[in-house]
């Protein structure tokens, strides 16, 4: 994502993945029967990378976030982690959801963070320090002590990404969490997580339905294709981290075009 010394210390890309999909289908059975979402999807993160999943609506994109978070099991193909398959939910993958009342409303910021280590283990004073660190490093010093329905939603998402990094997760899942927010809060959190990733070295598998978000977060860009989904195409975006450059037109012209591809393939009639 950039060329600080802390991401040339441990670049991104290399090494074995830390998250290998293989083949991977994922389906749902509804009253008319199975429906498959996922056909084949494939692809790999390494530790270090953020990897963003981007496609049409509706094309699997989330669902597939759900099976490596471990709430869903996929239908055919496999998931390895860090060695291990057959997961189940874990603090190794912590996750960031798109609604931002994701937090418990009884208690602060500094309390929803601490709990959620508590939940893990962590002694009550650990835990403590750990959140008031984390909610610091969010920009969040001036709130630990403030109740959710008085926090603005991208204040809600900050917590919310206080308290998965606190978990020291392998890997962070994030599920279009800017997607709700204004472009003037969606564009400061970007930079700021942005900036997280550097500083932590956090590995992260990241939904979005935004071209523009894809490239400017991510070193690759995983792209589906409609319902059920196969990956159309693997886009490197390593680097390109400002949209007045000329790297950041290129990728997301090929972006596009692959998007559009897939409408206009999904949408021809058939012969």
């Not at 601490?114 to 920009?139: I, K």
């Not at 606190?166 to 890997?171: D, E, K, V």
Request: charged share 20%.
């Amino acid at each position: 994502m950039a060329d600080t010394a802390e991401a040339s210390a441990a670049a991104p890309g290399t090494g074995p993945p830390l998250l290998e999909v293989a083949g991977v289908a994922v389906g749902y059975n509804g009253p008319d029967g199975y429906t498959a979402a996922v056909a084949d999807a494939s692809f790999t993160v390494r530790a270090g990378e953020t990897v963003m999943l981007i496609g049409p609506s509706g094309c699997g994109k989330s669902t597939l976030l759900r099976v490596v978070a471990g709430f869903l099991r996929p239908a055919a193909g496999r998931v390895v982690f860090d060695g291990r398959t057959g997961l189940a939910p874990g603090p190794d993958r912590a996750v960031v959801f798109q609604e931002s009342d994701q937090l418990l409303p009884w208690r602060t910021a500094l309390g929803n963070v601490a709990y959620a280590l508590r939940a893990t283990g962590t002694p009550r004073a650990r835990a403590r320090a750990l959140a008031r660190d984390h909610l610091v490093g969010v920009g969040l010093a001036h709130a630990l002590d403030r109740h959710p329905h008085q926090l603005s939603g991208g204040m809600k998402q900050r917590v919310a990404i206080a308290r998965a990094l606190a978990l020291a997760p392998r890997m962070l899942l994030m599920d279009e969490p800017f997607g709700a927010l204004d472009a003037q809060t969606r564009g400061r959190l970007q930079h700021d997580l942005a900036a997280l990733v550097r500083r932590t070295g956090t590995t992260v598998l990241f939904v979005t339905h935004s071209i523009d978000e894809a490239v400017l977060l991510g070193d690759r860009v995983v792209v589906l294709g409609d319902r059920p989904s196969r990956v159309r195409e693997v886009v490197d975006v390593a680097g390109v981290d400002r949209p007045d450059a000329p790297e950041f037109t290129a990728a997301r012209r090929r972006l596009r075009a692959l998007l559009a591809e897939e409408e206009e393939t999904a949408h021809a009639p058939a012969h």
